[in-house]
Nanobody, 125 residues
Framework: QAQLVEPGGGLVQAGGSLRLPCAGS????????LGWFRQVPGKEREFVAS????????LYADPMKGRFTISRDNAKGTGWLQMNNLVPEETAVYSC??????????????????WGQGTQVTISS
């Protein structure tokens, strides 16, 4: 089953932190690189971070480096995105996705598929 669910999200003040979980299932979760994207209405999906299926390599978009941390626990079928020092401009719907092609880590959404419904993250000023 390819479904991913992001049960977190919510409202946080600027400068605050939020940890987003991403729940997958079975073999598919443990065999795929996991990525996080965010999107605001009228704009393209924006790459946030990704982590290999083994968890040994990560990739971050430049604005997130040093503030966001992606991690996963394959035994639990769960990934996380820890976000610190958030700013209002990062208000968006955040979704986790499987990387479905390629052997490296990529920022291009074209390499990803099977994303969840997403979760709203709102940062107040």
């Amino acid at each position: 089953q390819a479904q991913l669910v992001e049960p977190g999200g919510g409202l946080v003040q600027a400068g605050g932190s939020l940890r987003l979980p991403c729940a997958g299932s079975g073999r598919m979760f443990s065999r795929h690189t996991l990525g996080w994207f965010r999107q605001v209405p009228g704009k393209e999906r924006e790459f946030v971070a990704s982590i290999t299926w083994l968890g040994d390599r990560t990739l971050y978009a430049d604005p997130m480096k040093g503030r966001f941390t992606i991690s996963r626990d394959n035994a639990k079928g769960t990934g996380w995105l820890q976000m610190n020092n958030l700013v209002p401009e990062e208000t968006a719907v955040y979704s986790c996705e499987y990387q479905t092609s390629g052997l490296d880590l990529y920022t291009n959404p074209a390499y990803f598929g099977y994303w969840g419904q997403g979760t709203q993250v709102t940062i107040s000023s």
